[in-house]
């Protein structure tokens, strides 16, 4: 197993399935490979489980004797036993369909497995999940991360965006970075600082839940949001916006009206763009900047050459 933790301590995988071949099928999968399986055959023991010990995986049943195997990953997600950037995998006894996958996301799993399992796939799955697992994890002990939120802060996303623009660099690839502010309106009744804390957690739950794994998610000031992306050029930086928008407004109609603003830049081939990091989130905040300037129509700019432009 390769994970930069595990010299710390093993990596534990939690098992859900009222199955007992299951079970004993993935830990003799996963033990050779050095995890640690604890295995729970009800909803109720596995949340007993998740309250005493630290996971960092969790395999459930998608039926188990007690209740559904979706709820069961939205009470783990729900209270807090386990983080943010854990992986959850719900086990189908069939291959599974669209509507499968997204039931799981829906409940906030990562993947489906389906039946028959593919052992090299869920393996290689793990390596990839368990590692940013961890590497969030180490984030927040060093503090890096946001406490409200659970994003990066400002030194936490200036640190990951360099390894994303390294990253960018050694593969010629595209590197962006969307800013996005959703702001409570001067005038509008019923804003408290409670209201405020409310929309922000909201709008980090609904970054987390729509931004790609490998995006850096950061928070900047009060409300002010931004993802580096890469694999991200300039027009997919817009769309990205455009989705997080979508996302964001989906996950806060019951809150008091609030404005969204965002700007965003991108380039096609990092290594050649003459710019760094700073410059590329610098960029992105000078068309934030305009935003906030323009119509409300107006929400999103672009920056474009030496000029910020209508997107």
């Known amino acids: ?3 930069k ?11 859900a399935s009222m199955q007992e071949w299951t079970s004993r099928t993935l830990e003799s999968i ?3 490979k050095g995890y640690a399986v604890i ?13 005493t010990k630290p996971l960092d995986a969790v395999i459930i049943d998608e ?3 007690d209740g559904d195997g979706h709820q069961l990953c939205q009470d783990l997600r729900a209270r807090a036993l386990i983080t943010p950037t854990t992986p959850v995998f719900i086990s189908l006894p069939r291959s599974p369909t669209r509507r499968d996958r997204l039931a799981a996301l829906n409940a906030r799993a990562w993947r489906c497995l389906g039946t028959p399992l593919d052992a090299e796939e869920l393996l290689a799955l793990l390596a990839v999940y368990v590692a940013a697992k961890l590497d969030a994890d180490q984030a927040r002990t060093d503090g890096l991360v946001d406490e409200m939120t ?11 965006s360099q390894e994303l623009a390294a990253h960018a660099t050694r593969r010629n690839a595209a590197l962006a970075c969307v800013l996005i502010a959703p702001e409570h309106s001067p005038d509008e009744e019923g804003v408290t600082e409670a209201t405020q804390e409310a929309l922000v957690r909201r709008v980090a739950a609904a970054l987390k839940a729509t931004a790609r794994h490998s995006d850096a998610i950061g928070r900047l000031g009060r409300s002010a949001f931004a993802v580096v992306a890469v694999d991200t050029d300039a027009g997919q930086a817009r769309l990205l916006a455009e989705r997080l928008a979508a996302a964001i407004l989906a996950e806060a109609p019951a809150l008091p009206r609030f404005q969204l603003r965002a700007g965003c830049h991108g380039v096609s081939d990092f290594r050649t763009a003459s710019i760094d990091t700073a410059e590329l989130m610098l960029r992105a905040t000078a068309a934030l900047e305009k935003a906030r300037a323009q119509p409300r129509g107006d929400w999103l700019q672009r920056f474009d050459g030496d000029a910020v432009s209508l997107t």
């Open 1 to 3: 197993m390769h994970t």
């Open 30 to 32: 996963l033990v050779p």
């Open 150 to 160: 659970g994003v990066y802060n400002v030194r936490g996303l200036t640190r990951r």
């Open 39 to 51: 295995k729970t055959y009800t909803r109720a023991q596995a949340l007993q489980q998740a309250q």
């Open 63 to 65: 039926q188990l004797t």
């Open 5 to 15: 933790a595990a010299s710390a301590r093993r990596v534990v995988v939690l098992i």
